[in-house]
């Protein structure tokens, strides 16, 4: 595990070198090792695939650097800890995107065959980004893994479930996009109107089932 410094008030930790469950499981254990025992003046922190922003207040914590070398070793102890398996969330899906057709015939598939690799799979969230509550997923069957489009569209509407390279997401807010839509849902993942801690449905750490919707 290292860290640098990320701006005057925050710092950066790398915990792992690329995604597999290892750095998965390490996400997990260091950010719920920072819910249960936060130091002193964190404003937040930010998981991504293998790594780990950490923002600190300045009139708490002015010296982030010193926060660092006090933190750093409580972190890696926490690493060892046995966490119980996140809970599933599932989410209902209708596989009818733009691109099924297309993603298909680029697998040699049938579009049936996509959306049963992608339902079969319990995903593992690795981290929030791009738009508000939207989810990068992992482990993606690698028969799907698909490139993204050359040109993104402008708009690509809340509630798409899509492939870019080996990851799925869902869009949680309308916003140009180019990754592959395969299929809708009508499970909302960003709603500002909820209390802060349920704004966003899904949170890095948890894992999500794809429930295929019955055709109508």
Not at 10 to 24: K, P, Q
Not at 32 to 58: K, M, N, Y
């Amino acid at each position: 595990m290292r860290w640098i410094h990320y701006g005057p008030n925050a710092i950066l930790i790398h915990f792992a070198e690329r995604v597999n469950d290892e750095a998965f499981q390490r996400g997990r254990a260091l950010a719920t090792a920072l819910e249960r025992h936060p130091p002193p003046g964190l404003v937040e922190f930010v998981p991504a695939f293998t790594s780990l922003l950490l923002e600190f207040d300045p009139r708490i914590m002015p010296d982030v650097e010193a926060s660092a070398v006090e933190l750093i070793p409580k972190l890696k102890t926490a690493l060892t800890a046995s966490l119980p398996p996140a809970p599933i969330k599932e989410i209902p899906v209708r596989y009818d995107g733009e691109d099924l057709d297309r993603v298909a015939t680029l697998h040699n598939l049938t579009t049936r065959e996509v959306a049963e690799l992608h339902a079969t799979v319990i995903y593992k969230v690795y981290m929030l980004g791009f738009a508000p509550g939207f989810p990068y997923l992992g482990d993606l069957n690698p028969r799907l893994h698909t490139p993204r489009l050359a040109t993104p569209r402008t708009r690509v509407r809340a509630g798409s479930v899509a492939i870019g390279g080996e990851h799925t997401g869902i869009y949680s807010v309308d916003t140009p996009g180019g990754w592959n839509i395969i299929g809708h849902t009508t499970t909302k993942l960003f709603d500002p109107t909820r209390r802060e801690s349920v704004i966003f449905f899904l949170q890095a750490g948890d894992r999500v089932k794809f429930v295929p919707a019955k055709p109508r």
